[in-house]
């Protein structure tokens, strides 16, 4: 098929996308643009996060900032990218971010879609060279084009998502997406500027060895969970965490695995976000024929009462995720 050859040349990203619109005809291709949009946005992040550790000594190869302004945080830098190649691009309408406290209105009256993003997640990492990662989910706005940004065309739950992805700034740099049908993967190739498709129809390992967590907390943990630590241990399963929740989730996806962010006694919602980063990856997960939870009920169903809203995430291999959702209801 045309398809199969199209793979065995190489696939960008843009062709695939592109191959996909012709699925739909009668789709306006706005979506299309729209994550063209973003995959540029996060090839400049990629550059500006592979320079990182010498934006210090930007001086010494003649790079100094011609107003001496001080340079940025990546974090700042990324938000910025992101924000302005959506507004420029002028299928969005809103944008809520991790980095900012408000809904940004784009003004932009024929924009039928809002994205939610965390920009540059785990960005603590950047200081010591790991891996670090953009969060995106894209919903359609729900009031009329044109209308003034209402609170539920950003309020919605993560079921509505009709796209969301990440891209992985790794040891390679990868962005990986679904529209609603598969998950697919790209490997950026820097020389040519380009992602090509290289994990194509990704799908989740049902069960898994691997399990995620920050242990250094568990005497804030409730029992359940604890429990099924230790069933982790006796089984002697692989504990792996990066801290850097994009890198944590990739590898347990492709590799089968759980990642877990808790609620603890201090932090009874945990510290992920749910627009930014849980519903994201929740979708992906579902997708790729993982499961999300908050330790009781499905991540997408939540609907959000506030922007910047926490949730506990338990996300991985189907089977890790109902096992550890059972010991919690027992213990509860
Ligand atoms: P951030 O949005 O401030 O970067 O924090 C999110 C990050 C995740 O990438 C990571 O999984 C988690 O925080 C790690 O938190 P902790 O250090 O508490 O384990
Ligand atoms: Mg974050």
């Known amino acids: 098929s045309t398809s199969n050859l199209a793979y065995s040349v190489g696939v960008t990203l843009d062709r695939f996308i592109k191959m996909k619109q012709d699925d739909f005809p009668f789709a306006s291709g706005e979506l299309s643009q ?4 973003i995959a540029l946005a996060s090839k400049i992040v990629n550059r500006e996060t592979n320079r990182a550790g010498l ?5 010494a190869f003649g790079n100094t900032n011609i107003q001496g302004e001080e340079q940025q945080k990546l974090d700042v830098i990324a938000n910025i990218r992101f924000t302005r190649a959506l507004t420029k691009g002028g299928e969005v309408c809103a944008v809520v971010s991790e980095e900012d406290d408000e809904v940004i ?11 939610a993003i965390d920009p540059l997640d785990g960005s603590s990492n950047i200081d010591v060279n790991i891996s670090i990662g953009t969060i995106f989910s894209i919903y359609r706005r729900v ?10 065309d950003i309020m919605q739950p993560g079921s509505q998502q009709v796209a969301a992805g990440y891209v992985l700034y790794g040891s390679s740099t990868m962005m990986v997406y679904t529209t609603g049908n598969g998950v697919n993967g790209f490997t950026y190739e820097p020389s040519l500027g380009e992602f090509f498709l290289s994990h194509p129809n990704m799908s989740a390992p049902d069960n898994g060895k691997i399990y995620s967590i920050n242990e250094g907390t568990s005497n804030l943990f409730e029992p359940g969970l604890n429990k099924y630590i230790e069933t982790c241990k006796q089984r002697e ?6 801290g850097s929740l994009v890198a944590d989730f990739h590898r347990n996806l492709l590799k089968g695995g759980i990642y877990i962010y808790p609620a603890t006694s201090k932090a009874p919602n945990g510290k992920l976000r749910l627009l930014y980063e849980a519903n994201a990856l929740s979708f992906i997960a579902e997708q ?8 009781a009920q499905r991540i997408l169903d939540i609907l959000p009462q506030s ?4 949730t506990p995430l338990y996300i991985g291999s189907k ?6 959702e059972e010991v919690l209801r027992n213990y509860r």
Do not use: F
């Open 34 to 37: 729209l994550l063209r949009d």
């Open 55 to 59: 934006s210090n000594i930007g001086g």
């Open 105 to 115: 209105d784009l003004q932009n009256k024929s924009g039928k879609y809002v994205v």
């Open 143 to 152: 009031t009329p084009i044109g209308s003034p940004i209402q609170a539920e």
């Open 237 to 242: 399963y692989s504990a792996r965490y990066i």
């Open 288 to 295: 790729s024929g993982g499961k999300a939870s908050d330790g």
């Open 307 to 310: 922007l910047h809203q926490r």
């Open 319 to 324: 089977k890790m995720v109902e096992e550890v």
